[in-house]
């Protein structure tokens, strides 16, 4: 007769199989964990250098419109110039050069492009440049006149305005130096 029972030693090779199974699928399982994650910190790197980049291509483009503007502030000038000395032009000449000028002002806002106000204010290095000093009876540091116009683009300073400040009054000046 055979003997239909397993016997014990070929149940041992098959726990054996089993738990190889188990080494391998739990070493799979870690493996796949382990890409996991760095496909996650490669993408997070990926959003990262795009969002990088498409700043860096935006400050690129703003310094372009930008050194066009500061050129464009000096047609500007030459505009307010004119337009001060057309008194014996003919009207529609002087419309016509004004409606130009307000075309050109349009421009600038368009492109958040703004005049700074000076006069009155303090001197302050990051927005004025001190080409006079004059003694007056305005106190000391006041800007007294804009000898050009400076301008901000989107809330930062393009063109530095050019001012004549004040030295405060004559003999406040002279009781200072007297007093060695």
């Known amino acids: 007769m055979i003997n239909l029972q397993k016997k014990p030693e070929t149940q041992k090779p098959e726990s054996d199989a089993l738990a190889e199974c188990k080494s391998a699928l739990e070493e799979s399982t870690g493996q796949v964990a382990e890409y996991t994650e760095h496909l996650k910190r490669l993408q997070a790197e990926f959003e990262n250098y ?35 000395q057309l008194k014996e032009v003919p009207s529609e000449t002087k419309k016509g050069i004004e409606l130009i000028f307000k075309n050109l002002h349009k421009v600038l806002v368009e492109e958040k492009v703004e005049p700074m106000v000076c006069i009155g ?49 004559k003999e406040n000046n002279q009781t200072q130096s007297g007093g060695n």
């Open 50 to 84: 795009t969002k990088r980049v498409e700043k860096e291509r935006a400050e690129v483009s703003a310094r372009a419109s930008e050194r066009l503007i500061v050129k464009l502030l000096l047609v500007v000038d030459d505009f307010e110039r004119a337009l001060h």
């Open 121 to 169: 204010h303090k001197i302050d290095p990051h927005h004025h440049e001190v080409l006079m000093q004059v003694e007056s009876e305005a106190p000391e540091g006041e800007i007294l006149e804009e000898l050009q116009k400076g301008y901000k683009m989107n809330g930062r300073v393009i063109r530095y305005a050019k001012v004549k400040v004040s030295k405060g009054p």
